[in-house]
């Protein structure tokens, strides 16, 4: 799963690699460990802010529909 990265930041324990704001976690070559991906979407005692946006709140593309030839606007007589 890919997480929406909230405010920058360097994951040391991805070779420090550095997420920056908008950015999807984990980069590819990385995977998450989820007691990781837990402490990212806390917020940081020491910079009050959570890094990773919590799950729930990514945003997927939704799969396009495929028009097939009883569409409803075929049927409503539509063209």
């Given at each position: 799963?890919?997480?929406?990265?909230?405010?920058?930041?360097?994951?040391k324990e991805h070779d420090n690699t550095f997420y920056k704001?908008?950015?999807?976690?984990?980069?590819?070559?990385?995977?998450?460990?989820?007691?990781?991906?837990?402490?990212?979407?806390?917020?940081?005692?020491?910079?009050?802010?959570?890094?990773?946006?919590?799950?729930?709140?990514?945003?997927?593309?939704?799969?396009?529909?495929?028009?097939?030839?009883?569409?409803?606007?075929?049927?409503?007589?539509?063209?």
């Amino acid at each position: 799963m890919a997480y929406k990265v909230l405010n920058d930041f360097i994951e040391k324990e991805h070779d420090n690699t550095f997420y920056k704001k908008g950015d999807m976690y984990p980069k590819e070559g990385f995977k998450e460990i989820a007691r990781r991906v837990k402490f990212l979407q806390s917020i940081h005692s020491e910079y009050n802010v959570a890094f990773l946006e919590k799950s729930e709140n990514v945003t997927k593309t939704a799969p396009k529909e495929k028009k097939t030839q009883g569409s409803k606007a075929e049927k409503d007589g539509e063209s």
